[in-house]
T-cell receptor, first 114, second 115 residues
Framework: GDSVTQMEGPVTLSEEACLTI???????????LFWYVQYPGEGLQLLLK?????DKGSNKGFEATYRKETTSFHLEKGSVQVSDSAVYFC?????????????FGQGTRLTINP | NAGVTQTPKFRILKIGQSMTLQCTQD?????MYWYRQDPGMGLKLIYY???????DKGEVPNGYNVSRSTTEDFPLRLELAAPSQTSVYFC??????????????FGSGTQLSVL
């Protein structure tokens, strides 16, 4: 079946450092790819998404590019802030399928120190 | 603007006890979901509902029951709690936007320990 593998955490960085959180996937079809973020005490919320190969999703300074050749969707940010401290989840879903078909990675906890 | 509300936030159960995790949403969404997240693992779908009166099993339904008598509420019932049900439980609801993209909203989770 489909699966998502994320970079092991936790990850601790200093403010203004560069961030990359790796995400790779296996899927039989052509999935849509997502990054969700969970801030402390809150529910998961969609950060960005990409629906086809070479698409780049972006939001709040974060970016991720759908790489079909390497089956990857790495999350990047050039300069992180303390407010980016959260748990980040990579996920996939078959195109046109509902959230009942979402497959999540295990999550990566990110802590940014001032 | 409450969104998706889950109660309780934390609970400790003894083996064999039962309990209901509450989930309510005030956005009039038809679709609702229950996920569990075990330590170091991704979220797994337990049950979902596409509207009042309709429920269906997800990937890991054993040991759980749900009901959907209203659009707003989607409670999750554990009848005979087992240590394997120690997990963080997330409820979610969704709607389709004008482009048919599904927008998913999550509650903040319920941390359950079964001892």
């Amino acid at each position: 079946g489909d699966s998502v593998t994320q970079m092991e955490g936790p990850v601790t960085l200093s403010e203004e450092a560069c961030l990359t959180i790796n995400c790779t996937y296996t899927a039989t079809g052509y999935p849509s790819l997502f990054w969700y973020v969970q801030y402390p005490g809150e529910g998961l919320q969609l950060l960005l998404k990409a629906t086809k190969a070479d698409d780049k999703g972006s939001n709040k300074g974060f970016e991720a590019t759908y790489r079909k050749e390497t089956t990857s969707f790495h999350l990047e940010k050039g300069s992180v802030q303390v407010s980016d401290s959260a748990v980040y989840f990579c996920a996939l879903s078959d195109l046109g399928q509902g959230a009942q078909k979402l497959v999540f990675g295990q999550g990566t906890r990110l802590t940014i120190n001032p | 603007n409450a969104g998706v509300t889950q109660t309780p936030k934390f609970r400790i159960l003894k083996i064999g006890q039962s309990m209901t995790l509450q989930c309510t949403q005030d956005m009039n969404h038809n679709y609702m979901y229950w996920y569990r997240q075990d330590p170091g693992m991704g979220l797994k779908l337990i049950y979902y509902s596409v509207g009042a009166g309709i429920t269906d099993k997800g990937e890991v339904p054993n040991g759980y029951n749900v009901s959907r008598s209203t659009t707003e509420d989607f409670p999750l019932r554990l009848e005979l709690a087992a240590p394997s049900q120690t997990s963080v439980y997330f409820c979610a609801s969704s709607f389709l936007d004008r482009d048919d993209n599904e927008k998913l909203f999550f509650g903040s989770g319920t941390q359950l320990s079964v001892l």
